[in-house]
């Protein structure tokens, strides 16, 4: 796949969806788990990769001395600093930039986090040595984002890639523990949360190639699960559970 193209897609596609992201509630579920996880504290300098708007970011603020958030859509970065302002959070910086060549340092960082981003990256592998370097020796690197058995990710990528052309590939457990390992990690940490969406709120806020395909496809799997993401339905409502987990290690 062509960067340059790829990289404008991820610009395109989060520039369109930059307004409403932080409006879909469950953006927001287990931040309390990360704090705890990273055993953040007012000691901490903290790097969130692929920062989008703002959510994560704000959040270690509450808890840390200081973050840093880097992003490459300036739609993002706007609406992040409206919720930095709306948090009256003084200790965090924004930056436009590219998080396969980090402007930083090493060992700059005692807490380096990416949420949400692996699944559109094209060289994960080099992000993630690039999350290690510029991590301090005994920092925390952390992973966040949906993972799935092996068996499951065909059918969940050809759902994600309608619902939004920017997307990769979601990485399996597997993928992932393997990708831990190959950049140096030597002990890995996992934990799970599920995140509910509605499908009519998950619809409002993406901009598939084909709505009515994407629809129909997560309304067939309901009882089947071959998404990967255990559709369930509740008075005339679907909802989609995504399973999230949380990778952590040691630098």
Known sequence: ????????????????????YTAITSHSDALDKLI???????????????????????EFAKYTKHVTGIDMTQGMLDEARKLQTKLNLANVTWQIGDVESLPYKDNSFSIVISRFGFHHFLNPFKV??????VCKPEGKVLVVDVSLPDTKIKKYNEMEKNRDYSHVTALSLTEFSNLFEKVGFKCLNTDFYSMQIGLKEQLKASFPKDANALKSMIIADLGVNDLGINVSKLNDEYFLHYPVHIFSAKN
Do not use: P, W, Y
Not at 40 to 48: E, G, H, T, W
Not at 128 to 133: D, P, V, Y
């Open 36 to 58: 705890s996880l990273s055993s953040a504290s007012k000691s901490d300098s903290v790097l969130d990769i692929a920062c989008g708007s703002g959510i994560v970011s704000c």
């Open 1 to 20: 796949m062509d960067i340059k193209n790829h990289k404008k897609k991820i610009v395109e596609q989060f520039s369109k969806q930059a307004s409403g």
């Open 128 to 133: 993630l040595s690039e999350m290690k370097r």
